[in-house]
Structures are given as C-alpha cells and as structure tokens.
C-alpha cells in the first residue's frame, strides 16, 4: 500500500524567512502525483503545489517550490518569504500507486507556525 | 469561493437519527470523494464515486451510506452514529483520469459533525 510519511509534526518559522516541509513516500509503481495542500484552522483544504512522477522539473507556484527527488521518494515543500497567513497545516498526498488512480492518500500534516 | 459546495456546514444529531450530508460541483469532474478527519488527523478517505459509481470503499462501517445520483451531486446518508464519529467530512472532486490536468482534488468546506 501507497504511504506518506511527514516526519515533523510541527515547525516554527520567521517572518520573511524560507522553510522547509518534509515528505517522503513509498510506493512501487512509476506513474504517480505529489500534491501540497495547507488547511488553515477554518478547515478549508487549499490546494498548493503538484508533482508528477514523470516531471523532470521541479515545480513552482509563487513562493511555493517542490524539491522532488525520485530515488529518494522524496517531495518536500519550500516556502519562500514567509507571511503570517501561512501559519497553517500542511499536508503533503499522493495520487495514484498501488491504489490506482483514484486513491489519494495524506501524510500526517505539518503544523506550520510563523512568527513576527 | 469554493466551486465544491457543502451543506450543511454544521450538524448535530443523535445516535437514533437519520440525516444527509450534501455536495454539489459544477465543474464537469467524474471522480467524487468522501473523507473523513477527525482533529489533527490527516484526512482518511472513505468513498470514492467515479461516473457515478462506486469505486472505493475503504471498509467504511455501513451506517455510512454514499450515494451518487448524478455527475454533480454526492450524497453521505448518516443513520446511527456513534459519538466517535463526531468529525469534519470532507468532499471532493477531481478529473478522472492521468494525463488530464493535475488531478489535484477540490475540496468543498466540510461539515463538521458532532453526535451526541
């Protein structure tokens, strides 16, 4: 079965500065998607970032990144340039693996905290 | 806003009654999805609809009952729950199929439940 594994159950951060979001993954299969999505304390899941298996490139959206690294099954999250609207949970997913397409599957989340 | 709608946001009942959650997307999507989360929890997926069938239910207790009864339309029919199933249910939606977009989920807002 497809596993996410966040290992940091919660972080600190200041203002301006970048941090770093851990997530590896286990699964066999070559064609797969890694998903970042923050869930501020209203509960809404807001989708962030997307990396396919197959995407030679890293992706970006603004100041989120996606360090993908295949051979390590790792898929972390960089935010650049910190603001106090990103204190949040963050949970890294995966489509797709043993569970076919249609399973999408959540890590443990990030608490994501940013000070002033 | 949203393009996955939730009703109702908030829902309280006793573990004799019968009630239903809703959700509605006008975005075309063939791929619907329940999930639960409970608090500081990840996400954990029950039902998946595709062309309005079901097409996973990860041994979800049958007190739950989802229902499909168009492409837009994705239904949870709730009868006696327990305490334990207090939590946030979230829906979603995504395209049905790899090589088509991102596949990245759209989530409605949830309804929170509380079982007394």
């Known amino acids: 079965a497809q596993k996410i594994t966040q290992t940091q159950p919660g972080m600190f951060v200041q203002e301006k500065e970048a941090v770093t979001l851990d997530c590896t993954y286990d699964?066999?299969?070559?064609?797969?998607?890694l998903f970042w999505y923050k869930q501020p304390s209203s509960g809404e899941m807001i989708f962030l970032i997307y990396?396919?298996?197959?995407?030679?490139q890293n992706a970006t959206e603004g100041r989120y990144s996606l360090n993908f690294q295949k051979a390590r099954k790792s898929a972390n999250l960089v935010i650049s340039a910190s603001q106090l609207g990103d204190s949040a949970m963050y949970f890294c997913?995966?489509?797709?693996?043993?569970?076919?397409?249609?399973?999408?599957?959540f890590g443990t989340g990030t608490k994501l905290q940013v000070i002033p | 806003d949203t393009e996955v709608t939730q009703t109702p946001k908030h829902l309280v009942m006793g573990m004799t009654n019968k009630k239903s959650l809703k959700c509605e997307q006008h975005?075309?999507?063939?791929?619907m999805y329940w999930y639960k989360q409970k608090a500081k929890k990840p996400p954990e997926l029950m039902f998946v609809?595709?062309?309005?069938?079901?097409?996973i239910n990860e041994s979800v207790p049958s007190r739950f009952s989802p229902e499909c009864p168009n492409s837009s339309l994705l239904n949870l029919h709730l009868h006696a729950l327990q305490p334990e199933d207090s939590a946030l249910y979230l829906c979603?939606?995504?395209?049905?199929?790899?090589?088509?977009?991102?596949?990245?989920?759209?989530f409605g807002e949830g309804s929170r439940l509380t079982v007394l």
């Open positions: 975005m075309g999507h063939r791929a």
């Open positions: 609809y595709s062309y309005e069938k079901l097409s």
């Open positions: 979603a939606s995504s395209g049905i199929r790899a090589g088509v977009g991102t596949g990245e989920l759209f």
């Open positions: 699964t066999s299969d070559q064609s797969y998607g």
């Open positions: 990396q396919g298996s197959y995407d030679e």
């Open positions: 997913a995966m489509r797709g693996g043993a569970g076919g397409y249609q399973k999408v599957t």
